[in-house]
């Protein structure tokens, strides 16, 4: 099993990468900032780029010091496919205000 961390930016910001083949089990997202945040979140094929057609979660909204948890499904991915997530800055808003961590855990299958 694997787990990486990984605080998100305000650019597509890799949180995982697979090697071989691999389930994705869970993903926590925590919003460990006083602000809420907003983040878009890809699943992105091996030789492609994070764009419209791979987003999964679009500007989904995470209250400040709170904490989203993906696990209802498993995301099983091959060799060098990843996932990526971005913040959204409001108008207004600088990223250094916003602190998202991105926590995944995988399995090679």
Same mark, same amino acid.
């Given at each position: 099993?694997?787990?990486?961390?990984?605080?998100?930016?305000?650019?597509?910001? $890799?949180?995982?990468? *697979?090697?071989?083949? *691999?389930?994705?089990?869970?993903?926590?997202?925590?919003?460990?900032?006083?602000?809420?945040?907003?983040?878009?979140?890809?699943?992105?094929?091996?030789? *492609?780029?994070?764009?419209?057609?791979?987003?999964?979660?679009?500007?989904? $909204?995470?209250?400040?010091?709170?904490?989203?948890?993906?696990?209802?499904?498993?995301?099983?991915?091959?060799?060098?496919?990843?996932?990526?997530?971005?913040?959204?800055?409001?108008?207004?808003?600088?990223?250094?205000?916003?602190?998202?961590?991105?926590?995944?855990?995988?399995?090679?299958?």
């Amino acid at each position: 099993m694997a787990i990486k961390s990984t605080v998100v930016t305000d650019t597509e910001t $890799l949180i995982y990468q *697979s090697r071989d083949c *691999s389930a994705v089990t869970t993903i926590y997202f925590c919003n460990a900032s006083e602000n809420d945040v907003f983040f878009n979140v890809h699943v992105v094929p091996a030789g *492609s780029q994070a764009n419209f057609t791979n987003l999964i979660y679009t500007q989904l $909204l995470l209250p400040c010091r709170d904490t989203y948890v993906l696990d209802t499904e498993k995301i099983i991915l091959e060799n060098n496919d990843a996932i990526y997530a971005r913040v959204i800055v409001p108008t207004g808003s600088v990223i250094g205000d916003l602190v998202l961590i991105a926590t995944v855990s995988a399995i090679t299958v």
